[in-house]
């Protein structure tokens, strides 16, 4: 699958994605979307397909296609709706494929396929179809005759079996020239493909461990830049536990040495009132959900061994640290 084509990515809780961009009639597209519910309200996902298109397949990742259920109707062209709150947790992102077959007609022309979020299924009865203000579209070019012809005579241009002999070859080597003509994506985290997160954040010197959420991992290479400017101090490390656990992080250092009465004493950086205070010495309190520990697959002790060794890569190694886990 090509990198997801992606703009205004901070505005919308979805992306879109073809797997060609350009295509001849009769052929077929697949449709990606990757989606996040954001909110645990009722929440559904409206796909709005052009004329003279046939849906051939419906998935979704990590769902049983037998247990996905898609309102279907018939509008102007094609319109799908599905409840995101069914089948997601807030937080929690998927993608939908839409295997789509093109029925059109033998002349160039564009599609445009458009996804939006609503809280119901809109009534587009007696209405013509025009994009909501927070939709989203992606167009697909449709070519009547194979871009090859152009290398061939002119006697060869009125001659349809040459036409589509031609068109059979370009759809083979198509998938290729698109992942060339695209190969800048494959370098932004928002947009390159799962399989490819570990391989980039290789460049940036990132270990990513294999229960970091891709989401995340997605952001957290994005800014790495900024996480090693500040590396080792406090706002690093809650930056990182933040992002692994999606939970909340309290950090306390200790700078100073508990208060002892005596003669020796004196007021200055290096007296801290209460116990336990030792130079160089970070608390951590991190505080989860019970579904992070779902999510991981990790009993309490292992997830806090887990959460032990981040934090043992970030901050100084003279740091003495102390951790304590809440799950709620």
Known sequence: MSPMAVSGRNRYPFELALDRYVCYPMEAVTLTIRVRLESPTRTILCIHLPQKTEIESISMDAVDDNMLTVFSQNFDGKFLAVQLSKYLNPGQSTELHLGIRLNTIRMNHYLSFCVWMASDIPDLKGQFFTEPADSRSIDLTV???????????????????????????????????????????????????????????????????????????????KNAVPFYHSRGTAESLRYFLEMYSGGKVEI???KAHNMVIGGTMGLGDGLALGTENKPNTVSVTLTV?????????????????KIKQFIRSIVPAHTVFILSCKYQ
Do not use: C, H
């Not at 229960?211 to 991992?217: A, D, G, S, V, W």
């Open 143 to 221: 070519k009547a005759n194979a871009e090859y012809m152009r290398f061939l005579p002119e006697v060869y241009g009125y001659d349809d079996f040459v036409n589509r002999f031609l068109m059979m070859f370009e759809s083979f080597w198509k998938p290729i020239n698109q992942q060339i003509s695209l190969g800048e994506s494959y370098y932004d985290p928002y947009l390159t493909p799962d399989r490819f997160l570990n391989w980039l954040a290789s460049w940036v010197g990132m270990e990513i461990d294999d229960t970091f959420p891709k989401e995340r991992i997605r952001e957290l290479i």
């Open 252 to 254: 306390s250092e200790r």
């Open 289 to 305: 959900s019970f579904s992070e520990l779902e999510r991981t697959g990790f009993t309490k002790d292992k997830y806090a061994k």
